[in-house]
């Protein structure tokens, strides 16, 4: 591999801020699952898809400080401590192996998986794990000098097997049936680790690397060729025969990462500022060509190693523009210009000095502002000026700033200078100089030497204003605006308005592009993307909405072969044949805001806020679709952990899930296997072929609520966002199980319950309906009883009689009025009878006449009053009829003497109770106490009454109370139901 320290790859650090237990990295590993562990001096962690998950003591490790790790050929892993021995995980549970059950040492530092044993490298001494057996081998002999003896690799040659240690020199390991031993070949110290790579050894020395051919190191009397610098602890293969050393110098700064080619020993300088110097392991993932180091105390960088895109950080400043035809000529950044042909660069400085000399001898009066020029301050210092963009035109570079416009030849030499401000410039199909005024016209510069030029006047409706960008083909330009949308310029006639024209009606834009093709492509202010072909009217070839690609904005737009190269403030879109691809930091471009971007030859520049990125477009744009698997990881019913049983490697295993009928709420987490950017995956799922798809999502999480019982395959589509791809897969096949009430013998028992419960019904229902039919029989037998009571032939009689008095005296009027009167009560006495409830203002009126007739009997000498209280209306309030009068009656029979004076009566009526209203007939007559031989009619009116209450809801004994004082008159308070309409 080639080092060229111009040409870097991006990196991206982890601590404990990211998930880490610890930021001293003691080993790295990728297993075959492409699992990244991570052991550290306080724990040890999982890396996958980005994410950590970290293990402890309590979780079964042997200690938390790991320093080894191994994959034995059952893919089972091992976990060395140093301090606590060592761990086996077999995908479900850890099973430590310590000095108690016959370990050498508890403190490990080599672990390698030889056949089917794991051997041990300890502080001092070798043990052999037997894995199948998963017993402990120990060899004594291997045991020497305490501190100095530590084992420091394993390595293989041929078919033997060979250890180091630190200061005792190297060993072969001998297996036999009679047990193990072990043989010393030379005494080469000091060992602090070692790299084996084809017939290579390398070994670390205090201060050098000492290397070996293969056959020399495992001779007695090695050789070896020193160099290097600093203390390498981990050499590791990287791509393309590549060998990096991670090293830290213990007590000097001369530590880092380098690689080693031959005797060649180079600092490994294709990183953004790699700074840490104390590299102590590391690990490479041939899958996604990524390095992994760690450090002592600053956690774990990962490299991509990926040469399709490399950073160039020759300047920490903004890239505002490229400029090039087949190779990059020119580099706009924001304090200044960078001439690659000349290897100069033109700084602020530069810029304003060469406006000064200028000013000094222009050939043209100054631009004035009343001539439609934008504003320019010849006072602006040079570190504020600003650059806006590079065009290469008529054989120069044209950069305009906030001093001016500037001609610069490829050698830096500035040409030309025009005291014109402006944010946009470009050129005409006759590779002429074009610059807009946001709001004073637009110039085309025939002879910008002196000053000569075509002007646009904003007045006319057709001159571009506030313009985001200008391209041309070889028959005409195309102006884009943020506010007025599309113009062009035609070699054979004038400027056109697409807006003003009523041809197209958008009309703000912020890109454009003229591809090679000939289509124009514009980037609209809110993010969408449109391919037009004006070449022989207007077409719109396609859009691309904004929905469709990554970021808020479109930057930049190029175009290469048939892709679309649409560069938004966070990472690069692809657009080719309806698909949308996507790039950023996680395969290998910036994590910075991207401010720029061209094709040049088959590199795509993408400028960003600090350098730019070099992208080999050829390599990139290669369809590669990666073959990847979904696996469960976690799933929690009702917010429970679910199976832990069946998960195996931290998936679950079970090919369907049964759950029970009240698991209804399942929150699956699961993970892409295989996929090397797990993060440029969207997903949206379905539970049924019948259902439609789920809104898109990002996060690997899907969580369903309040679902019913039946089967259900949880199908998972995804959009792969590096390849433009879709796929389709079943997640998860689970089946939650029906209720209870839809067994077939839950079922057989409700039916039966039903049966029983209806015939019961029955049953109850036709002994009501008989018992209702004995009450509605005594109901009219109690009224005809009640309505012979009313009808007293005493009172009839007496009627009868008072109508002839007056008739014999002569008294017609008397006589006809109270004819009229008994015929009113008389119709009211029939019309009630039938009614089992009438409003209480009919009631009161019916009480009313009758009171009315029988005071006229004895000449009106009772003193009659009716009382209601407001809040009572007697038109919405319905009570039983004919309950009162009865009482009234007896009030006029037996309540005075003949001599009684001021006889009164009062009925009134109270509601003190909900559904209840109270009547009270008070009379002042004699009292009951005195009345030794009442008539049969009035108890028996008394008791018809009672029967009637007690056939009504509500009925008490106290619901007719009876409170009467002798000479001193009687109250009768009588509780009756009421219900209002």
Request: hydrophobic share 35%; charged share 25%; glycine share 8%.
């Amino acid at each position: 591999m080639q080092i060229v320290c111009a040409q870097q790859y991006s990196f991206r650090q982890y601590t404990t801020a990211e998930g880490l237990p610890n930021n001293a990295i003691r080993v790295l590993f990728v297993d075959s699952r492409g699992l990244l562990w991570v052991g550290t001096e306080n724990g040890l962690s999982k890396m996958e898809n980005g994410s950590f998950r970290s293990f402890f003591e309590s979780d079964g490790l042997a200690f938390n400080s790991c320093w080894a790790i191994g994959e034995d050929y059952l893919n089972q892993m091992w976990f060395g401590s140093y301090g606590g021995g060592l761990t086996l995980f077999d995908g479900k549970s850890f099973q430590v192996f310590n000095s108690q059950n016959g370990l050498i040492d508890d403190r490990i530092r080599q672990l390698y998986a030889y056949q089917d044993k794991m051997l041990v490298g300890t502080e001092n001494g070798i043990s052999i794990i037997h894995i199948e057996e998963r017993r402990i081998e120990s060899v004594p002999e291997t045991q020497r000098d305490e501190g100095t003896n530590y084992t420091s690799g394993f390595f293989e040659a041929g078919e033997r097997l060979f250890y180091t240690t630190y200061r005792h020199g190297l060993y072969e390991i001998l297996f036999s049936e009679s047990g193990t031993e072990v043989k010393k070949i030379h005494d080469h110290k000091p060992i602090y680790a070692i790299g084996h790579f084809d017939q290579k050894v390398y070994t670390s020395n205090k201060g050098h690397v000492d290397l070996f051919d293969v056959e020399n190191f495992i001779s007695a009397q090695p050789e070896p060729i020193s160099f290097g610098q600093s203390v390498v602890w981990s050499y590791l293969k990287g791509p393309e025969e590549t060998v990096f050393a991670a090293s830290w110098g213990i007590y000097r700064q001369d530590g880092g990462l380098f690689v080693l080619s031959g005797s060649r020993f180079a600092p490994f300088e294709r990183h953004l500022g790699l700074k840490a110097k104390n590299f102590i392991s590391g690990t490479f993932d041939s899958l996604t060509k990524t390095l992994y180091l760690g450090s002592n105390d600053r956690g774990m960088y990962s490299i991509k190693l990926d040469e399709r895109i490399l950073f160039e950080g020759e300047r920490n400043s903004e890239v505002k523009g490229f400029s090039g035809k087949d190779e990059l000529g020119a580099i706009l950044y924001s304090d200044g210009i960078s001439l690659l042909e000349a290897s100069k660069f033109l700084s602020s400085s530069d810029f304003k000095q060469a406006q000064t000399r200028f000013l000094r001898n222009l050939p043209f009066p100054i631009p004035n502002h009343e001539d439609d020029f934008f504003e320019l301050d010849y006072d602006t210092h040079a570190e504020d000026v600003v650059f806006y963009q590079i065009h290469k035109i008529a054989g120069l570079y044209w950069v305009n700033t906030n001093i001016g416009i500037f001609g610069l030849a490829a050698s830096g030499e500035f040409k030309l200078y025009l005291p014109v401000h402006t944010y946009v410039i470009g050129s005409s199909p006759e590779d002429k100089l074009i610059s807009s005024n946001p709001y004073g016209g637009m110039r085309i510069y025939d002879d910008p030497g002196n000053f000569k030029f075509r002007y646009f006047s904003p007045k006319d409706p057709q001159t571009p204003t506030q313009l985001a960008g200008i391209v041309h083909s070889d028959s005409a330009s195309y102006f884009v605006s943020v506010f007025s949308g599309l113009y062009d310029l035609r070699v054979d006639s004038g400027l056109r308005s697409f807006l003003h024209e009523k041809i197209w009606t958008e009309n703000k834009f912020k890109s454009v592009h003229l591809g090679q093709d000939g289509l124009l492509y514009m980037g609209a202010e809110f993010g969408d993307l449109y391919i037009l072909d004006l070449n022989e009217g207007f077409e719109i070839v396609d859009k691309v909405p904004k929905s469709q690609l990554i970021g808020n904005g479109i930057v930049f737009i190029e175009t290469y072969g048939d892709a679309v190269l649409i560069g938004t403030e966070v990472g690069l879109n692809i657009y080719s044949k309806g698909t949308v691809r996507f790039f950023d930091k996680e395969q290998g471009l910036g994590a910075g805001l991207i401010t720029s971007g061209k094709v040049i030859g088959e590199v795509l520049y993408v400028g960003y806020d600090m350098g730019y990125y070099k992208i080999q477009l050829p390599e990139l744009l290669e369809e590669k679709e990666y073959e990847f698997t979904f696996d469960v990881n976690e799933l929690m019913v009702n917010n429970s952990l679910y199976g832990e049983e069946k998960i195996l490697w931290f998936s679950y295993e079970a090919e369907k899930i049964l759950l029970k009928n009240r698991e209804k709420t399942i929150s699956i987490d699961f993970k892409p296997v295989g996929h090397p950017y797990p993060q440029k995956l969207r997903y949206r799922y379905r539970l049924t072929p019948e259902d439609t798809w789920s809104a898109e999502f990002s996060e690997s999480k899907i969580t369903l609520a309040s679902l019913s019982y039946g089967e259900y395959q949880l199908e998972i589509e995804t959009l792969d966002l590096h390849s433009g791809k879709r796929s389709a897969t079943v997640l998860l096949d689970f089946s939650i199980a029906s209720p209870v009430y839809f067994r077939w013998w839950f079922l057989l028992g409700v039916f039966l319950l039903l049966a029983l419960v209806t015939y019961t019904a029955f049953r109850w229902r036709l002994q009501q309906v008989r018992r209702q039919a004995v009450i509605r029989e005594k109901i009219v037998q109690t009224k005809l009883e009640a309505l012979r009571s009313q009808m007293n032939p005493h009172f009839i009689f007496n009627a009868v009689n008072s109508i002839q008095y007056y008739i014999l005296g002569n008294q017609g009027d008397e006589a006809l009025d109270f004819l009229g009167k008994f015929s009113k009560l008389m119709r009211n006495t029939l019309e009630n009878s039938v009614r089992p409830q009438v409003r209480l203002s009919r009631e009161v009126d019916y009480l009313s006449n009758y009171v009315e007739l029988e005071n006229k009997r004895v000449n009106n000498k009772v003193n009659f009053k009716m009382e209601i209280p407001v809040e009572i209306d007697p038109d919405n309030l319905y009570i039983p009829s004919m309950l009162v009068q009865p009482f009234v009656e007896n009030v006029f029979v037996h309540a005075f003497e003949p001599g009684q004076t001021d006889p009164q009566l009062i009925i009134s009526f109270s509601v003190p109770d909900e559904g209840m209203i109270y009547c009270a007939v008070w009379d002042n007559g004699k009292g009951i106490q005195a009345k030794k031989k009442e008539s049969i009619y009035k108890s028996r009116g008394m008791d018809l009454v009672r029967e009637r209450l007690a056939l009504l809801p509500g009925y008490k004994e106290e619901s007719i109370r009876v409170i009467s004082v002798e000479n001193k008159g009687t109250e009768i308070i009588i509780r009756i139901p009421c219900f209002f309409k």
